[in-house]
Nanobody, 115 residues
Framework: QVQLVEFGGGLVQPGGSLRLSCVAS????????MGWYRQAPGNQRELVAR???????NYVDSVKGRFTISRDNAKNTGYLQMNSLKPEDTAVYYC?????????WGKGTLVTVSS
């Protein structure tokens, strides 16, 4: 069983930065793709960024050039560096680990961008 725990959410002013971390238990983190999703109130959960086991990345258009996803397999940890934050980035951010058999989710961390 894999558990994912997110850290790093909080309140930040527009234009500010936050770094989210996702720590995974177990031994399969390095073998699988991971992603960050977000869900704002009243909206569906959307993919923000994804990184494959090999390190290839992709981003939703709205965060390209502002967010960077990365991973440290030795630490079983994934990251989402968020710069130039906007009020529309406000959401609960979820970590996801996608295996051939199952999708694992963290419980989420709230990011609020407001002055």
């Amino acid at each position: 069983q894999v558990q994912l725990v997110e850290f790093g959410g909080g309140l930040v002013q527009p234009g500010g930065s936050l770094r989210l971390s996702c720590v995974a238990s177990g031994r399969i983190f390095s073998l699988n793709d991971m992603g960050w999703y977000r869900q704002a109130p009243g909206n569906q959960r959307e993919l923000v960024a994804r990184i494959t086991s090999g390190g290839s990345t992709n981003y939703v258009d709205s965060v390209k050039g502002r967010f960077t996803i990365s991973r440290d397999n030795a630490k079983n940890t994934g990251y989402l560096q968020m710069n130039s934050l906007k009020p529309e980035d406000t959401a609960v951010y979820y970590c996801n680990l996608q295996t051939p058999y199952m999708n694992y989710w963290g419980k989420g961390t709230l990011v609020t961008v407001s002055s």
